[in-house]
């Protein structure tokens, strides 16, 4: 799912090191400046002004590897920084875009979900082509899952889920997800709608319940025992 | 003499009758009387051993009765005893029975009592779920379909607050 962003990334990481020769011997400082008109995550950016040519050759490969298919540990990639950066990226922009979507996105046509993606994300660029590509083909279930699974491969991150009885709005879902990154940080919050919780909300961290909601409440209430 | 030949009485007849008579009284003396009067010991003799018989006979009789009368009383005594003892060992049992039934009726009722004690906490309990199980359906069917959606929408946000 994530080869076409990957290939986006190496082939805008590679097209930056063509025009850039000797980036990788330059300072840090040096290196934020030439980065700062590049149109490349925020997370990679970081990445690159702060890594070695040493390591990043190592990454480039793994990279390659992965993409064609040679790589067979799959476990390879635990702890890598290039791939922490991807992640980083996909668990907090991608994922406040994601959350901007409403859940009525899922059920329209591929046209009309593409029209909302062109809305969503307006750069034009290949990683953001890539990117818009993941939201048009994919359910909202099937990406959180990808990037929880793709976040357990990188690093040994939470696995964090939040129930509500209804849909709620991005500002609000943005603040959850926000919250909940920095406190278990890499790790990929999944929303889920669960009417059965009526109102309030539900919260999993590593299979640890925090239940908020009415239904636990009326279930507390309606559990006490009237004789004792 | 003559004078007696006169009346017509002979001496001589006389003598001759008068040891006839003699003769006859020896030979008497020694056929019948002697005979007769052993005859008569010897049934003096009889009767006396029968009434001597008769008088130890009586004798033993009267210990006799007086041993059954002893024995008798002996045996009223001794079933007197045995009827005292019936009685008692009777009013043991009744009394020990009394005991067990009372000890029985007690333990019966207090299984009784816990049996009816445990059936009304059962159905105190299956009263409280049913009723607990109403109270939920009632207010489940009531917040679910009754709650305005901003409400809904306010108590996520409450809850994250909380959460934080």
């Known amino acids: 799912m994530l080869n076409s962003l990957l290939t986006a990334l190496l082939y805008e990481v590679l097209g930056f090191a063509s025009h850039h020769p000797d980036f990788l011997t330059l300072e840090a400082g040096q290196r934020e400046e030439l980065l700062a008109d590049f149109k490349m995550p925020t997370a990679l950016k970081h990445y690159l002004a702060h890594?070695?040519?040493?390591?990043?050759?190592?990454?480039?490969?793994?990279?390659?590897?992965?993409?064609?298919?040679?790589?067979?540990?799959?476990?390879?990639?635990?702890?890598?920084?290039?791939?922490?950066?991807?992640?980083?990226?996909?668990?907090?922009?991608?994922?406040?875009k994601l959350d901007e979507l409403p859940n009525k996105f899922y059920l329209l046509p591929a046209v009309k979900r593409m029209e909302e993606v062109e809305k969503l994300i307006e750069s034009d660029s290949l990683i953001a082509?890539?990117?818009?590509?993941?939201?048009?083909?994919?359910?909202?279930?099937?990406?959180?899952?990808?990037?929880?699974?793709?976040?357990?491969a990188v690093t040994d991150s939470d696995m964090v889920l939040v129930q509500m009885p209804r849909d709620i709005e991005p500002a609000l879902k943005k603040e959850i997800r926000e919250a909940l990154s920095e406190k278990y940080p890499l790790?990929?919050?999944?929303?889920?709608?669960?009417?059965?919780l009526i109102g309030g909300l539900r919260v999993f961290v590593n299979g640890k319940t925090k239940d908020l909601s009415w239904f636990a409440r009326i279930n507390k209430i309606t559990s006490i025992k009237i004789s004792s | 003499?003559?004078?007696?030949?006169?009346?017509?009485?002979?001496?001589?007849?006389?003598?001759?009758?008068?040891?006839?008579?003699?003769?006859?009284?020896?030979?008497?003396?020694?056929?019948?009387?002697?005979?007769?009067?052993?005859?008569?010991?010897?049934?003096r003799d009889r009767i006396r051993e029968s009434v001597e018989e008769a008088q130890i006979l009586k004798e033993e009789l009267t210990k006799k009765a007086e041993e059954a009368r002893a024995a008798e009383a002996h045996f009223e005594a001794q079933l007197k005893k045995e009827t005292e003892n019936l009685r008692k060992f009777g009013e043991e049992k009744r009394a020990q029975m009394e005991a067990e039934m009372a000890t029985l009726r007690t333990e019966m009722l207090r299984k009784a009592n816990e049996e009816i004690e445990v059936r009304?906490?059962?159905?105190?309990?299956?009263?409280?779920?049913?009723?607990?199980?109403?109270?939920?359906k009632v207010v489940l069917d009531t917040v679910k379909n009754r709650v305005?959606?901003?409400?809904?929408?306010?108590?996520?946000?409450?809850?994250?607050k909380q959460y934080k």
């Open chain 1, 51 to 96: 890594t070695n040519e040493k390591h990043f050759m190592q990454d480039l490969r793994l990279l390659l590897s992965m993409l064609t298919g040679t790589s067979q540990n799959s476990l390879s990639i635990k702890g890598n920084l290039f791939f922490k950066a991807v992640l980083e990226f996909l668990s907090t922009t991608f994922a406040g």
């Open chain 1, 129 to 152: 082509r890539a990117l818009k590509d993941l939201l048009a083909n994919n359910s909202y279930q099937e990406i959180a899952s990808f990037l929880e699974q793709f976040s357990k």
């Open chain 1, 187 to 196: 790790s990929f919050p999944k929303f889920q709608v669960n009417r059965e």
């Open chain 2, 1 to 43: 003499m003559e004078g007696l030949s006169s009346l017509g009485i002979d001496p001589l007849s006389i003598l001759i009758y008068i040891v006839n008579t003699g003769l006859l009284i020896v030979v008497l003396v020694y056929v019948l009387y002697k005979p007769i009067l052993k005859f008569l010991d010897s049934r």
């Open chain 2, 120 to 136: 009304k906490n059962e159905l105190i309990k299956e009263v409280e779920e049913t009723l607990l199980q109403l109270m939920k």
């Open chain 2, 148 to 160: 305005p959606e901003e409400v809904v929408m306010e108590s996520i946000r409450d809850a994250w």
